[in-house]
Every structure is written in C-alpha cells, then in structure tokens.
C-alpha cells in the first residue's frame, strides 16, 4: 500500500504539473465560459469538432427538496444528464417524462437497482435478478437511457461460482439474453468493473470490453468509473481506450474518499482519462457517483468548475 500511494502521489504530481504548463490565459477563460458555451461542440485546432462533456448528476447530487428542485438546479448549472436508481423505475416513468418535458435534461444510464445476481450458485437468485433487470430494461427504455449499470458479483455476495472460463463462458451467454431485451427497447446493459475490495470478477474496463465483444450483441457494452480506475488501472486513457467503441457511460467521484471531484485536492485530476475522451469520440456523459464532506451548495459548483477546466486542459 505504501508503494501504491507513492505511485499516485508520483502520477498526480506529474499530471498536475503537465496541466499547470496549459497557457494561464487558457485556463482563465475556461473559467468564465457560460453554460450554453460549455454545451457546444469544442472546436480542435485541425477544425474538427470534438465532443462536449455532457455531465450526469445521480439523484443524491445536487441540491434541493424535490425532484424538481433538483432539475431546476442542474439546468441553471449546465447539467444536462440524469442517472436514476433502478430500483421502482417502471413505476417512476410518468413522474420523470412529466418532470423532464421541456428541460434540456435526458436520462443517461440508470444505475442498477435490480435484485439477486447473475452468478449466484442458487437458480432462484439468478432468476430473480434476470426478472428485475428485465423490468428496469423496459423502463430504461422508455426513458431514452443509453443503459442499465449492473455488477456481475459484488464481494459481500455469496454463495458464488467460480472464477472459471465456465462461469465466464456461463456469464456471456446469460447476458446475451439481457441484450437482446435491452436491443428490443432501444437501450443496452452496462458492464461496471469495481475495485478488488468491491468485486472479485471484474475488476478492469479491459476485462468488461472483452467479454462485451466475446458476446458481440449492441445491446452490451461497459463503463468506467474514475474512482475504482484509481485503484486498479495504471492508465486512465489505457483503461478507455481498452474500452473502444464498447463505452457506454462513466462515473467520476474524488480519488481517495469518492467525494466530490475536487474535494482531495491535486490528486482529483483528470486529464489523462478526458483525453482520452476526447479522441475517441466519446458522446456519452460523465456522471457523479460520489459523496460530498463540505457544504454542497459551494462544493458542485467548484466540482463543476474543476471538471470543466480539465476537459477544456
């Protein structure tokens, strides 16, 4: 662990000083661009355009009481995905295409919230997560979400297959099926690798993109998340670009105690990965899956501020 924590003191101190070399005048206009700036294609120098960052907030994110307190705010602040729990989703679907009609808001994934998991020992368990994942595919897709998030086999959860190419061979043709429901609803299923003290079977995004193209179905793909990259990644351009066209959403949060991008100070850079972004063509959004230490009123901005600086850097 010590070697470790050198290893990111050492990369963070190195991406820190390659961003404080970007022009100051750069930076400084960066920090004033409105929103409407922020939501127009960037334009690079050879003229061809690059993709805006479409940040996602998580229900949880931003201020305020109600859901449409939480619209209101992400709209004034330039946020234009949402990422829903999945978890009563169908029943939730009026509520949200009420609250959303007329905003500049669309759903982005939906993450998880199903029951059991897919590589349970126990039949009935595997049962009970194909059917719940089924419904929140049918909601994702009335929604308009690009998917629905979901974890082969958290660490907690037991009893569990094996680590074998037959459990893996098993896990692609379970998935397939979802798939092919998510195809049929016009979404997908997200692969999301975890970091080893969360999930023994997936850990990086090289592993989810290669089972997304062993099972070659556009309605799987998979996701990475800045936070368990942290962890378990020595690249975060590696670890998107090993994703290629099977990138379907990722989630940032702060890189020692998943707070708010910003709130752990020169280690929360995240250069390398939206390069990386930004010559793949990456479309999707960049969502919040993070908790907050200070006054969230002061620390979203400043997070939106922060990203939207490295994105431009």
């Not at 094996?162 to 429901?181: A, Q, S, V, Y």
């Amino acid at each position: 662990m010590k070697n470790l924590n050198r290893r990111r003191f050492l990369k963070s101190s190195m991406m820190g000083a390659a961003l404080a070399t970007v022009g100051n005048s750069a930076l400084a206009g960066s920090a004033t661009l409105g929103r409407d700036e922020h939501q127009r294609l960037v334009q690079s120098e050879s003229g061809s355009k690059v993709p805006e960052l479409k940040i996602s907030f998580q229900e949880r994110i931003p201020p305020g009481e109600t859901l449409r307190e939480k619209f209101d705010y992400m709209e004034q602040h330039g946020v234009v995905g949402f990422e829903p729990s999945g978890k009563g989703l169908l029943q939730r679907v009026p509520q949200l295409k009420e609250e959303l009609k007329g905003r500049n808001i669309q759903v982005s994934a939906v993450c998880a919230g199903f029951d059991g998991f897919i590589l349970s020992t126990d039949a009935a368990i595997r049962k009970q997560f194909h059917d719940t994942m089924t419904e929140i595919i049918i909601a994702a897709g009335q929604l308009g979400s690009t998917g629905v998030i979901f974890v082969p086999a958290f660490t907690r959860q037991v009893p569990v297959m094996p680590h074998t190419m037959e459990t893996r061979d098993f896990l692609c043709e379970e998935i397939d099926k979802l798939g092919n429901i998510a195809h049929e609803n016009g979404t997908t299923v997200i692969f999301e690798p975890l970091n080893r003290k969360e999930a023994f079977y997936m850990r990086q995004v090289a592993d989810a993109a290669s089972i997304c193209r062993d099972i070659n179905n556009p309605g799987v793909r998979c996701m990475g998340d800045f936070w368990h990259m942290t962890w378990e990644e020595t690249s975060d351009s590696g670890a998107f670009f090993s994703a290629g066209e099977y990138l379907q959403h990722v989630h940032i949060a702060s890189r020692e105690r998943r707070s708010m991008p910003g709130e752990d100070g020169a280690v929360d850079n995240y250069v390398d990965g939206f390069r990386a972004l930004k010559q793949m063509g990456y479309d999707k959004y960049v969502s919040f899956e993070c908790g907050c230490q200070g006054d969230r009123s002061l620390v979203v901005p400043a997070a939106l501020e922060l990203m939207r600086k490295q994105y431009e850097a």
